[in-house]
């Protein structure tokens, strides 16, 4: 599986638009890139995903180069209930890579 | 809809105790997993399982950990004996990805919460 490399911390002030980058130049043609969240003591939480083409929801959106080989997460407006760890993964687009591998995020700090 | 479902949030045991983990995946998620999170970490595998079969558990440290999942429904995790580095979260996860096209969402609980003094 692809590997991902995320700065360790970001901050962002409360109301302006969080860019979270992401390099994942290994990743092969089936795999999609995801981004989780993990805020203090819960569980991690599904952001967005995709494959090569940008998306958007009602949280985020994903911005994927065209070769592949890096992302940026946008938060449009951030707020304070944002502050938490943010995980960019490449998910394998076979059964025999079905698991999400975590590395350690860029913990993103929303200032008031 | 309900979401993973984990027991118990928090657990205090001594070194050497015995101790187990339930979950309660997503109805119908053919796909459950575990994993340990220890403090500053991202989450890491233990074991996936597909239906009843435990598909991968290359990082289940067999000596002490066991884990099953009866009826391809809820699951176990067990440590026996407890040792002080158990301390850790342990969080499972469902998904319901059958293994083409788009893997869609993977599903996690809140995770159990394991102290060992």
């Not at chain 1, 090569?52 to 070769?67: Q, R, V």
């Not at chain 2, 440590?79 to 869609?104: N, R």
Request: hydrophobic fraction near 30%; glycine fraction near 8%.
């Amino acid at each position: 599986d692809a590997k991902t490399t995320q700065p360790p911390s970001m901050d962002c002030a409360e109301g302006r638009a969080a860019n979270l980058p992401c390099n994942h130049s290994t990743i092969s043609g089936n795999e999609y890139v995801y981004w989780y969240r993990q805020i203090h003591s819960q569980g991690p939480q599904y952001i967005i995903h995709g494959l090569k083409n940008n998306k958007t929801n009602e949280m985020a959106s994903l911005i994927i180069t065209e070769d592949r080989k890096s992302s940026t997460l946008i938060l449009p407006h951030a707020t304070l209930r944002d502050t938490a760890v943010y995980y960019c993964i490449v998910r394998g687009g076979s059964t025999g890579a079905n698991n999400l591998f975590f590395g350690t995020g860029t913990r993103l700090t929303v200032i008031p | 809809e309900a979401g993973v479902v984990q027991s118990p949030r928090y657990k205090i045991i001594e070194k050497k105790q015995p101790v187990a983990f339930w979950c309660n995946p997503i109805s119908g998620h053919n796909t459950l997993y575990w994993y340990l999170q220890n403090l500053g970490q991202g989450p890491e595998l233990l074991i996936r399982y597909e239906n009843e079969e435990a598909v991968d558990d290359s990082q289940l440290p067999k000596d002490r950990f066991s884990a099953e999942r009866l009826k391809g429904v809820d699951s176990t995790l067990k440590i026996q004996p407890a040792e002080l580095g158990d301390s850790a979260v342990y969080l499972c996860a469902s998904s319901s990805w059958t293994g083409t096209g788009d893997p869609g969402e993977l599903f996690f609980g809140e995770g159990s919460r394991l102290t060992v003094l």
